[in-house]
């Protein structure tokens, strides 16, 4: 089971990310991702970016 809090937490990433050309993929993962999270869980994420954009942010 997905809660709503954890959808709207997934579809925010998705919203924020989507058209940043230097992210290749988020990619979610852990009890929210196998469908396994208590209403207390959180949403476990990477965020895969290109080279540029790892520099970028390891900066930041």
Do not use: N, Q, W
């Not at 990310?17 to 993929?25: G, W």
């Amino acid at each position: 089971m997905i809660y709503p809090h954890h959808h709207k937490t997934i579809e925010r990433l998705r919203a924020r990310y989507r058209a940043d050309p230097e992210v290749l993929a988020l990619l979610i993962f852990g009890s929210a991702a196998r469908g396994e999270a208590g209403e207390e869980s959180d949403v476990d994420c990477y965020l895969v970016v290109t080279d540029a954009g790892y520099h970028r942010r390891e900066i930041a």
